[in-house]
């Protein structure tokens, strides 16, 4: 089996790529810069605004990943539906049998954010083509270098106290790194996956308070003193998010947008697809922030 993975360098493709060839799959690691990647499997030239480029990077491939957003783009909803729509058409032109996309938690309505509405419209551009679309979709991802996890650690990390928003008050179910890689090598091929859509998540839902105080305890030994505001608009919560972390503030903004709404685990018919115990928030933290300790310089 062949199998593409875009956003090979990233968060989530770094870590799918040896995991895949550790059980024997043919992996194509698509980036912009072949020549610099040094994971496991073939570096292949990609873009997913440039249907040429993907048309050789798919040319052979049974399965394809995708792993591309956006979110560091205002217009981010437009740029990320018509990259979609263009994988999708030149997958099926490729013969690709399916496509496996981890998209985001969340129920379908109205009062979905941008940044979901945006993930829904993608899992539906991506099956335009033809091409069978297998969907998880998760919440927050736990792991050193991940977005949402990288707010929680350097907001802890940094801040003696905070005046955080409502929307610390919401619940989620977050889900490590380590098991959103399992799930996605558990669907890749299976039969049983192929056009489903398959929630994954954590044992546990939290509150973002809860899990900023569980990583607080985890890092420092003690809860921190949080006092929270009603009146805190996601574009403030932005600018002080950037503030105080590295992460670009129309990052911030996208995901805060989203911090409103409740993304809980609803259907656990992915337990049945690939069955396993997952892993729980605070060991999440641990790793995640043994992960981190062993990435910085000597």
Known sequence: MRVLVTGATGFVGKRLCPVLVERGVEVR???????TYDGPGEPVRGDVHDADSLAAALEGCDVAVYLVHSLDDRDFERKDAEAATTFGTVAAAAGVQQIVYLGGLGDDGEDLSAHLRSRREVEHKLAEGGVPVTVLRAAIVVGAGGISWEITRQLVKNLPAMVVPKWVSTRTQPVAVD???RYLDGVIGHEGAIGKTLEIGGPEQLTYLDMMQQAAQEMLGRKVPIVTVPLLSPGLSSHWISFVTDVEVTTAK???DSMST???VRD???LDLVPGETIPYREAVRRALAE???QQPA
């Open 29 to 35: 690691a698509m980036t912009r810069k072949p020549d």
């Open 179 to 181: 098991d959103v890689i």
């Open 254 to 256: 996208n995901l805060i």
């Open 262 to 264: 409740e993304v809980v």
């Open 268 to 270: 656990h018919t992915i």
């Open 292 to 294: 981190s300790a062993e």
